[in-house]
């Protein structure tokens, strides 16, 4: 069956390792937008993180759709939102305060995609994250937020090793309850247990009218096996993590040689 929607990741899928477009991609993605297939950006990312890529590829209006938050919202690229789900106020004190007992540097993401820390020596992953976002970065404690004040998602970061060690605290401790997942080597991320990007993907795709067979997820990480999981076609870049590799059916080459062009020209047009 002819594919109409394809969901693309962003970092190290869509962007090179030098964080840009190549021209390949840019060249099949305009052609497949041409042709009547939605493209939808899907990332970790809230949208004014996505808005950059958007503008290039040409991408807008309300007929358009992205997935941020790793899933947590499904919006319009005009901002119109489709569905979205969150954590409470009783989670985000509960990540803070697992921050402050185990010394596990953290932020937390609202609506409008700015970032909260508690942690006054703020890591250097945070600042990276809202820099890559245009993110404001406010360094508040919970007790200085509203009593009703809720988030998006929560991230611990850091360095590869210490997320590595940390893992599987942060699961017992918020895994029950919510959705825990390892975004990247340097993300550790929660988010309501309603909310991955397959799920959101599926929700998408059914609003549409479309059927799974009709979709292709490109992706790299352990985060986009649910959207592999779902879509007819999965397309796992060659830098991808052999995890998500193991849930693809089609392995492309690398964000830096091409490997979205080469899965559009194989499998597309």
């Known amino acids: 069956m002819k594919i109409k929607l394809i969901v693309i990741d962003i970092d190290d ?3 090179s390792s030098e964080g840009k477009i190549l021209p390949s991609t840019k060249t099949v993605l305009q052609k497949a937008l041409k042709q009547g297939v939605k493209i939808v950006l899907c990332s970790g ?3 004014t993180g996505m808005r950059p890529f958007l503008d290039e590829l040409g991408i807008a209006g309300d007929e358009q759709y992205v997935i941020t938050y790793n899933g947590s919202v499904i919006e319009t690229v005009s901002g119109k939102v489709i569905a979205e789900t969150g954590l409470s106020n009783a989670v985000y004190r509960q990540i803070d305060t697992y ?3 185990n010394g596990l540097p953290y932020n937390v993401l609202d609506r409008n995609g700015e970032i909260y820390t508690s942690n006054h020596d703020v890591n250097r992953i945070t600042v990276v994250q809202a820099w890559e976002n245009s993110a404001g970065l406010l360094i508040r404690k919970p007790s200085e937020m509203p009593a ?3 988030i998006v998602k929560g991230v611990f970061v850091g360095e590869t090793e210490k997320l590595d060690q940390a893992q ?3 699961q017992q401790e918020f895994g029950s309850e919510n959705y825990v997942v390892r975004a990247a080597d340097n993300f550790l991320e929660i988010m309501n247990a309603t909310a991955d990007k397959g799920k959101a993907l599926t929700k998408l795709t059914e609003t549409l009218g479309l059927d799974k067979s009709e979709v292709m997820a490109i992706g790299d990480e ?3 096996i ?4 779902f879509a007819g076609q999965a397309v796992a870049m060659g830098n991808s993590s052999s995890a998500a590799k193991e849930h693809a059916s089609y392995l492309t080459a690398s964000n830096d040689n091409d490997g979205i062009a080469q899965a559009l020209n194989e499998l597309v047009f």
């Open 13 to 15: 899928t869509l962007l």
């Open 45 to 47: 990312r809230p949208l």
């Open 99 to 101: 921050s402050s007992l």
């Open 148 to 150: 009703d004040f809720g």
């Open 168 to 170: 599987s605290g942060v």
């Open 222 to 224: 352990r985060n986009d």
């Open 226 to 229: 649910l959207m592999f999981d």
